[in-house]
């Protein structure tokens, strides 16, 4: 079974601040996906990382994935408080049947 | 707006009683997965389907869950008896194959909130 870990677990930070996560796993993966979550709905996909040292920015929020495909961070610059959540990273294995595995999440407030 | 549309949202059933969950993946998409999230564990792949055939059932509890899609605008996600242990929320998620790659998105329902007592 391949395992993601998240962290930290919670995080509460004041508006305008940075933060950075982390998605780490012993495994390699062929992609890695970062979704967030909002209370009450479905985990919404962010962004998809293929190769190794790949960095992808999607406006304030920059991914990483690491040079070996095991591991990946989040860093959000001026972090607002609609950017409360919950924010799920997910690895995809190689095989035929791409099977996507999560990790528990990290749970973000961004006060106002 | 193409989405997935699952239902119950909300079901509280008495401990002993059967659930079943239905999902109507998005038009067009062929592969169908059911995840349980629980703040203990996660988010936990149940089941899948590709082209309506289960690809991996291996982290669904065989004793009592059972999945199936009897066609293709229709899974569902049967529990019986359901336990106080199987509350959690239940989410279904439709996509097309090749699931990670970049071009490919899988796109979560709202979730089925079970409530067993």
């Known amino acids: 079974t391949q395992l993601l870990e998240q962290s930290p677990q919670f995080l509460s930070i004041q508006e305008g601040e940075n933060l950075t996560v982390y998605c780490n796993s012993s495994s390699v993966f062929s992609s890695l996906q970062w979704y967030r979550q909002e209370p009450g709905e479905g985990p919404v996909l962010l962004v998809t990382?293929?190769?190794?040292?790949e960095v992808k920015k999607l406006k304030r929020l920059t991914f990483q994935f690491g040079d070996a495909r095991k591991d990946s961070s989040l860093h959000i610059t001026a972090a607002q408080p609609g950017d409360t959540g919950l924010y799920l990273c997910?690895?995809?294995?190689?095989?035929?049947?791409?099977?996507?595995?999560f990790g528990k999440g990290i749970t973000l407030s961004v006060r106002p | 707006d193409a989405r997935v549309t699952q239902t119950p949202r909300h079901k509280v059933t008495e401990m002993g009683q059967e659930v079943t969950m239905r999902c109507q993946p998005i038009?067009?998409?062929?592969?169908v997965f059911w995840y349980r999230q629980t703040m203990m564990q996660g988010l936990e792949l149940l089941a899948y389907?590709?082209?309506?055939?289960?690809?991996?059932d291996s982290g669904m509890p065989k004793d009592r869950f059972s999945a199936e899609m009897p066609d293709a605008t229709l899974a569902t996600l049967k529990i019986q008896p359901s336990e106080p242990r199987d509350s959690a929320v239940y989410f279904c998620?439709?996509?097309?194959?090749?699931?990670?790659?970049?071009?490919?998105?899988?796109?979560f329902g709202e979730g089925s909130w079970l409530t067993v007592v």
């Open positions: 997910a690895g995809v294995d190689g095989g035929a049947n791409s099977k996507l595995t």
């Open positions: 389907f590709r082209n309506r055939a289960p690809l991996d």
């Open positions: 998620a439709s996509g097309l194959s090749q699931t990670g790659h970049p071009g490919n998105t899988i796109y």
């Open positions: 038009l067009g998409h062929n592969t």
């Open positions: 990382v293929v190769t190794g040292g």
